[in-house]
């Protein structure tokens, strides 16, 4: 299976500050069209996950313009250029390569 | 807009079969373009993918499923009733979580991410 191993696993954030995620693959995501397959998902407080980021850096209807998804190959990260204080919750990056398709553990943003 | 509501007990006996099923309104599960998925959560970890159908006439129900759960699930289709189903057979303890139900969008060979999910639905395994 391929593993993604999320960092930081807590990161506290400042209203208007930016804020970066991380995310590493064990193995390249990189398809042969060029497209690299990784996901970000957003679970905020006692809601489902909703889907920020496609292919990488495709963002999802109806996402902010302040994410941004980039990276290529077993390295991403997901950018917030100006955090809100609806932005908290748990942020997942997932593999969607090949199956079984596996998440990360997920970094908790929350205000400090 | 498609919604996507899962239902199902919510206390299953160790050792017993888990069925829940996931209704599907503003859009048919009948496509070629669209995936539809079970992913859960147990209490406060993180997000495991169970499987996925592909429950166009044209695919027969193709099914996929994580190894991890060791042949245990399956996904199944209705789409008389525009929904789908997991079995999940002698579960334990180990199979406490939310279930959600989401659906993933091919455009040819790419995947695009889950979205909508479902609100999600809590299964307890308990004696």
């Known amino acids: 299976d391929i593993v993604m191993t999320q960092s930081p696993l807590s990161l506290p954030v400042t209203p208007g500050e930016p804020a970066s995620l991380s995310c590493r693959s064990s193995q390249s995501l990189l398809h042969t069209t060029g497209y690299n397959f990784l996901d970000w998902y957003l679970q905020k407080p006692g809601q489902s996950p909703q889907l920020l980021i496609s292919?990488?850096?495709t963002r999802a209807s109806g996402v902010p313009d302040r994410f941004s998804g980039s990276g290529s190959g077993t390295d991403f990260t997901l950018k917030i250029s100006r955090v809100e204080a609806e932005d908290v919750g748990v942020y997942y990056c997932?593999?969607?390569?090949?199956?079984?398709?596996?998440f990360g553990q997920g970094t908790k943003v929350e205000i400090q | 807009q498609l919604q996507l509501q899962e239902s199902g007990p919510g206390l299953v006996k160790p050792s017993e079969t888990l069925s829940l099923s996931c209704s599907v309104s503003?859009?048919?599960?009948?496509?070629?373009?669209?995936?539809w998925a079970w992913i859960r959560q147990p209490p406060g970890k993180g997000l495991e993918w169970i499987g996925t159908i592909h429950s166009s006439v044209y695919f027969s129900g193709s099914t996929y499923y994580n190894p991890s759960l060791k042949s245990r699930a399956t996904i199944s289709a209705d789409m008389y009733k525009n929904q789908f189903s997991l079995t999940l057979t002698s579960v334990t303890a180990a199979d406490t979580a939310v279930y959600y139900c989401a659906r993933r969008r091919a455009d040819g060979v790419l995947f695009m991410g889950f979205d909508p999910w479902g609100p999600g639905t809590q299964v307890s395994v308990s004696s």
């Open positions: 292919l990488g850096s």
């Open positions: 503003g859009g048919s599960i009948n496509s070629t373009t669209y995936y």
């Open positions: 997932m593999q969607a390569l090949e199956t079984p398709w596996t």
